[in-house]
């Protein structure tokens, strides 16, 4: 029924962007905050970014602050991460996440719902 589904992923050279969409059905989305998590090879798996579902703040982890943007379309049941001046350490697997609460989306040790990811590759 819950689906999430990531799109917008690719290869990229350093310096280039991407806009990432996740397609959200299934569930009343004007009440889940939506995050985006990556998971680089090696790595553990991080959240980057949330909007919440009560006022539309956003949140971002340090690393892509200034480069990446997160937005929400409550009409179209959309989310999006706009991802510029994208480096070498940026690729991963980024996936979108849902989970039913109107504040603190910045918690990002319990998701519920979350997408197939879609694959991040920069190039140096």
């Known amino acids: 029924e819950v689906s999430l589904v990531e799109s917008g992923g690719g290869l990229v050279q350093a310096g280039g962007s991407l806009r990432l969409s996740c397609a959200v059905s299934?569930?009343?989305?004007?009440?889940?905050?939506i995050a985006w998590f990556r998971q680089a090879p090696g790595k553990e798996r991080e959240g980057v970014s949330c909007?919440?579902?009560?006022?539309?703040?956003?949140y971002y982890t340090d690393s892509v602050k200034g480069r990446f943007t997160i937005s929400r379309d409550n009409a179209k049941n959309m989310v999006y991460l706009q991802m510029n001046s994208l480096k070498p350490d940026d690729t991963a697997v980024y996936y979108c996440?849902?989970?039913?609460?109107?504040?603190?989306?910045?918690?990002?040790?319990?998701?519920?719902?979350w997408g197939q990811g879609t694959r991040v590759t920069v190039s140096s």
């Open positions: 299934g569930l009343s989305f004007d009440d889940y905050a």
């Open positions: 996440a849902a989970d039913r609460r109107r504040f603190y989306c910045s918690n990002y040790d319990w998701y519920e719902y």
């Open positions: 909007v919440s579902s009560a006022d539309g703040s956003t």
